[in-house]
């Protein structure tokens, strides 16, 4: 898995053609809130210009729920995608 | 369709309320790079606060490509969601 978050997109790319170099078939990219647009730039820029044949298996959405002080709860949406050669 | 964008979410809510309301049963949300999260908030939004028996049916994601002046492209992510009652 890699989680994407707001440090160059380019960072998360060299990541995961590290993981895939070792073997990896399939990796979870995974990010929440803001950094979700990261996310999905990261497997497209993946596709485009590294691995032609990555295939985009499946994209799942949801949210996280964090507690903040005082009983307060928020929610923070994330999105699941997973790559595989 | 609703195109979510950069303004307060629930005026999206309100949105998809007012087609549900006039009778649609699906709504294809879509938004575009940073407005990307406000999109998956907006569906998790519906289906928490108005309708729990929402569903997503399908999530797409892809890329749009722009181009800018001087024959310079850019690529900007997109997201579509697709819910129903």
């Not at 990010?31 to 210009?49: H, M, T």
């Not at 928020?74 to 999105?79: A, D, G, T």
Request: glycine fraction near 6%; proline fraction near 1%; charged fraction near 30%.
């Amino acid at each position: 898995m890699v989680i994407v978050g707001k440090k160059p997109k380019m960072r998360y790319v060299t990541a995961c053609i590290t993981l895939f170099n070792k073997g990896e078939k399939e990796i979870l990219l995974r990010a929440r809130g803001r950094s979700i647009n990261n996310c999905i730039d990261v497997a497209f820029l993946l596709k485009k210009s590294f691995y032609s044949d990555l295939k985009i298996k499946n994209i799942a959405i949801g949210y996280d729920e964090a507690e903040l002080e005082g009983n307060r709860r928020r929610y923070v949406s994330f999105i699941e995608i997973l790559v595989s050669r």
